[in-house]
């Protein structure tokens, strides 16, 4: 490879991750922009370390420019990992994380001189965060409710009722205290994560039930 090359090379990744991170720039997410841009070049590089040191060994030893790159696709999952958080009930960054797999797998797409690939993936990454979150959204707007309770608060109450959501298989995602009209009670709100809207008015009847609680509703 001559220097042209590789220099073609970093700078197409660099302008194809660029745009993949520029989107988690603008959603605030820890891996953003030059995250995204550094994981390509740094995977790119790799991938053409390997073909040259095929070129410059050729004749002596056999060398396989795929095994560092092999490397990478498994090392990735290390940067990955810590972009998951875990917010009270709620688990973010999985899409991060796998933009970031992706970039990786970009780069060394690009490394490889395997362009065509490497741009389709890139639309198709792009189109899937932009053009889908939309859709999303859209999709999963039917599962998320605000359950409010009027009870007295107490480890125990809670305790109560996060049994009876999950006897329910329903997922408390966030949850918020606030006064009541009730005397002596508080009303905590929760936003949950409900796959069954089938048993919602089971669920009151059940929390309704416990002691302590005066109401029970779904917002």
């Keep these: 490879m001559t220097d042209l090359v590789v220099l073609q090379r970093l700078l197409i990744i660099t302008v194809l991750s660029g745009a993949?991170?520029?989107?988690?720039?603008?959603?605030?997410r820890a891996a953003g922009f030059r995250t995204h841009m550094l994981v390509g070049v740094g995977s790119c590089l790799v991938m053409l370390t390997g073909i040259h040191l095929m070129e410059a060994l050729a004749g002596r030893?056999?060398?396989d420019p795929t095994r560092m790159a092999a490397?990478?696709?498994s090392g990735i999952g290390f940067l990955g990992a810590g972009t998951i958080l875990r917010f009270r009930?709620?688990?973010?960054?999985?899409?991060?994380?796998?933009s970031l797999w992706a970039v990786a797998g970009i780069g060394l797409a690009v490394g490889a001189g395997f362009f065509s690939a490497a741009t389709f993936s890139t639309l198709i990454v792009l189109t899937a965060l932009y053009g889908f979150s939309p859709l999303e959204r859209a999709m999963r707007k039917s599962w998320y409710q605000t359950l409010a309770i009027e009870t007295t608060i107490s480890d125990a109450t809670l305790a109560k009722i996060r049994h009876v959501l999950t006897d329910y298989d329903v997922e408390i995602r966030d949850f918020d205290v606030a006064k009541s009209d009730q005397p002596g009670c508080s009303r905590v709100e929760f936003s949950v994560k409900l796959l069954n809207r089938g048993y919602q008015e089971?669920?009151?009847q059940n929390l309704l039930r416990l002691e302590g609680t005066s109401r029970a509703y779904w917002r």
Excluded: M, N
Excluded at 20 to 28: A, M, P, S
């Design 20 to 28: 993949i991170g520029y989107e988690r720039e603008r959603h605030g």
């Design 61 to 63: 030893v056999e060398v």
């Design 71 to 73: 490397q990478v696709v």
């Design 89 to 98: 009930a709620s688990v973010l960054g999985l899409t991060t994380a796998a």
């Design 202 to 204: 089971e669920i009151l």
